[in-house]
């Protein structure tokens, strides 16, 4: 059981897994170029885009208040954030110092909202490295610095235990290929590790357990690990101070004051593929936070501390300035 706990440790990477798709990359040239466009002229209502469940269902009840300033937007894949094409965000923690690169600092963090949202799953119990031998492990992919640690951490595993290694657009696609596969590991977050373990029983691997195994690194076993953050355009925030202040009181209202009374819009639930009651419950189970100021720095840093322990040119010797946090 050690020998793979060792071995899924790292892949600790991914942390926090979305749903979202990736998007074919942007040549370089032409995303400068996108980036340094002046913003669209401030609309009636604050453009608040969201690639996952958590969000989406917060953001839902929130755009239902009277006198409501918000166009919420669930989006599948990440090129309107990475283009700017939004005043305020919510997106993947791991997402955060690869956008905060790619549009030249244009963007602050504002609140961490969700912790621990992954779940590492297994079709069978695994007492040695016998058991992993030819064995499948299936994720979403992700950016590219992060795709790349995964693979050079599993480069041993694969060569001398046969271990495969299978990226899906998407945690859904990851979904519907686990059903027809055995001998196989997945890397899924909710609410798609909820629709998992509905059709089948599978072994759960705790992260922070994992994380004790890992070889030659002063990552603490205990802990929260991030998984969701609101990030906020700075050319929106210049002008909108006390307007995107409003959002963050409202969001941590809807956050806290979801029921079993909520009404889920349709497209959330067509989305998801998903019961107003399932969705819910599955939300209420789920680590909801509101993180902010010097707190939300601190703990942010951390985070940036256990990556680098894991890979320390995972930053590629760019970690983010102060200038990356909003702190009200």
Do not use: W
């Amino acid at each position: 059981m050690n020998s793979f706990k060792k071995i899924i440790a790292l892949i600790i990477p991914l942390l926090i897994l979305t749903s979202c798709l990736k998007k074919d990359k942007i040549d370089e040239q032409t995303q400068k170029e996108i980036i340094n466009v002046e913003k669209k002229p401030v609309s009636s209502k604050i453009d608040v885009k969201t690639t996952s469940f958590a969000a989406s269902i917060i953001l839902d009840d929130l755009s239902k208040k009277d006198n409501n300033d918000y166009a919420i937007d669930l989006v599948k894949d990440y090129s309107s954030i990475e283009t700017l094409d939004f005043d305020v965000a919510v997106i993947p923690a791991y997402e955060l110092v690869n956008l905060y690169k790619k549009t030249d600092h244009s963007i602050k963090l504002a609140a961490i909202t969700l912790l621990n949202d992954i779940y590492i799953i297994g079709d069978r119990q695994v007492n040695g490295p016998a058991d992993l031998k030819n064995s499948t492990i299936m994720m979403p992919n992700m950016n590219e610095s992060m795709n790349k640690m995964v693979e050079s951490k599993l480069s041993l595993a694969k060569t001398f235990l046969k271990v495969s290694v299978e990226t899906y657009l998407s945690q859904k696609e990851v979904l519907s290929n686990l059903k027809q596969m055995d001998k196989v590991f997945a890397f899924l977050s909710e609410p798609y590790y909820s629709k998992a373990i509905e059709e089948k029983n599978y072994y759960l691997y705790d992260l922070r357990q994992i994380l004790s195994f890992l070889p030659n690194s002063d990552i603490e076993s205990s802990g929260d690990y991030l998984s969701e953050v609101i990030v906020v355009n700075n050319n929106f925030l210049k002008d909108n101070k006390e307007s995107f202040d409003n959002f963050l009181k409202q969001f941590k209202e809807s956050q806290e004051n979801i029921s079993q009374s909520t009404v889920i819009s349709k497209n959330i639930i067509d989305n998801y593929d998903i019961t107003n009651a399932d969705a819910i419950d599955i939300y209420n189970k789920m680590e909801n936070v509101f993180i902010t100021s010097d707190t939300m720095k601190g703990v942010f840093q951390l985070y940036m501390d256990r990556l680098e322990g894991l890979d320390k040119n995972i930053f590629s010797g760019n970690r983010p300035s102060d200038d990356i946090y909003y702190l009200n």
